[in-house]
Nanobody, 119 residues
């Protein structure tokens, strides 16, 4: 079973930067998309929102609220997806979840990493 291993969350001041990493050791199959969702404080699991992802054919998609600030990328050799977050705002505070969507639509989630941007 594929496991997604996330790292890189933490506390950062407004305007600062963080880079999240998500590794999928040993995963070699084609996939529909890999990327990041977030769940804001007080929100439920079904209220997670897409932040950014890359499809299997390398098309990037970004939520409007992160366009121009966040960048999603992959390192195929390391089976790792990154989320570079610049210009962080207090409203970016959330648990960020790595997500891998397989071709059949099945979704695999990481355990989440907390990003805190104080106001």
């Amino acid at each position: 079973q594929v496991q997604l291993v996330e790292s890189g969350g933490g506390l950062v001041q407004p305007g600062g930067s963080l880079r999240l990493s998500c590794a999928a050791p040993g995963f070699t199959l084609d996939y529909y998309a890999i990327g990041w969702f977030r769940q804001a404080p007080g929100k439920q699991r079904d209220q997670r929102e897409l932040v950014a992802n890359l499809t299997g054919d390398a098309n990037a998609h970004y939520a409007d609220f992160v366009k121009g600030r966040f960048t999603v990328s992959t390192d195929a050799a390391k089976n790792t997806v990154y989320l570079q977050m610049d210009g962080l705002k207090p409203e970016d505070t959330a648990v960020y979840y790595c997500n891998l969507t397989l071709l059949g639509g099945f979704r695999i989630w990481g355990s989440g990493t907390l990003v805190t941007v104080p106001s």
